[in-house]
Nanobody, 124 residues
Framework: QVQLTESGGGLVQAGGSLRLSCAAS????????KGWFRQAPGKEREFVAA????????DYAESVKGRFTISRDNSKNTVYLQMNSLKPEDTAVYYC?????????????????WGQGTQVTVSS
């Protein structure tokens, strides 16, 4: 099973930027699509972004489109989430996930492995 480790979270003021990283173990990382999800206190886990196995197809939640960018570097077994123009409503624990499917899903159940999460807090 793939092990995923997120990093890059923290406290930032509204309008600021953060880049999250998700490092994975093993060559199995290259097999499938990757996704980022987030979960705020008292809310369900929600889809943020996904990137295909090849990296040539991406998908974003409407709430982050134009502000967030997902990318991957298979040579480093890492997937990134660049977050710009952050808003207080972006505050949540952010999780990366992987699947063997070539394309990502907006459904959490479509992923096989998850990281432990990294906290992102945006102050107003």
């Amino acid at each position: 099973q793939v092990q995923l480790t997120e990093s890059g979270g923290g406290l930032v003021q509204a309008g600021g930027s953060l880049r999250l990283s998700c490092a994975a173990s093993g060559r199995i990382f290259r097999r499938g699509a990757k996704g980022w999800f987030r979960q705020a206190p008292g809310k369900e886990r929600e889809f943020v972004a996904a990137i295909s196995r090849s990296g040539d197809s991406t998908d974003y939640a409407e709430s982050v489109k134009g502000r967030f960018t997902i990318s991957r570097d298979n040579s480093k077994n890492t997937v990134y989430l660049q977050m710009n123009s952050l808003k207080p409503e972006d505050t949540a624990v952010y999780y990366c996930a992987t699947t063997n499917s070539p394309y990502g899903s907006r459904w959490p159940g479509g992923y096989d492995s998850w990281g432990q999460g990294t906290q992102v807090t945006v102050s107003s």
